[in-house]
């Protein structure tokens, strides 16, 4: 990516808490995949890298919903875009999610959660596990690994 040093702009790099209402706004649902992916992209961006324009994200996943969902909210959580062309799905048998920045990488992997197995009220389900995930502590969301540095 190039070099962006915006420090005389005002919107520049801006850090924003969205909410449950927030993440269901945008994705058009409330949904355990997009909560996953925010709460991803909020720690890499507070605990790798604190500059969007800097860092890049691949989503390792099924690429069809509801997996791909979880590109979603790693766009909001870390600031890498579509538009900006720093984030990709990547068709995977597993699920992570791999930033860059620079020379630094972080491989962050969800942990497996209960999906409910047909219930009548499926989406109201859902619902439930999303409000759960978008509270738990993020080592009960996924494991954080860091490649040996050359």
Do not use: W
Not at 24 to 42: D, T
Not at 53 to 61: A, D, Q
Not at 115 to 121: H, I, M, Q, V
Request: aromatic residues 12%.
């Amino acid at each position: 990516m190039d070099n962006h040093t915006h420090s005389y702009c005002k919107y520049y790099n801006i850090e924003h808490d969205f909410s449950l209402t927030d993440l269901a706004a945008f994705h058009g649902h409330l949904g355990p995949y997009i909560v996953l992916g925010y709460r991803i992209g909020k720690y890499v961006r507070g605990s790798f890298c604190d500059d969007p324009f800097r860092m890049n994200g691949e989503v390792y996943c099924s690429g069809t919903p509801p997996q791909s969902c979880l590109a979603d909210g790693v766009q909001l959580g870390s600031g890498c875009t579509l538009g900006k062309r720093n984030i990709e799905i990547i068709p995977s048998e597993t699920i992570r999610c791999v930033f860059t920045a620079g020379k630094k990488q972080v491989t962050v992997t969800p942990r497996p959660f209960p999906l409910p197995k047909g219930d009548r009220d499926y989406h109201a389900e859902i619902e439930k596990i999303a409000e759960d995930l978008y509270f738990q502590p993020d080592a009960h969301l996924f494991d954080v690994t860091h490649p040996e540095e050359p």
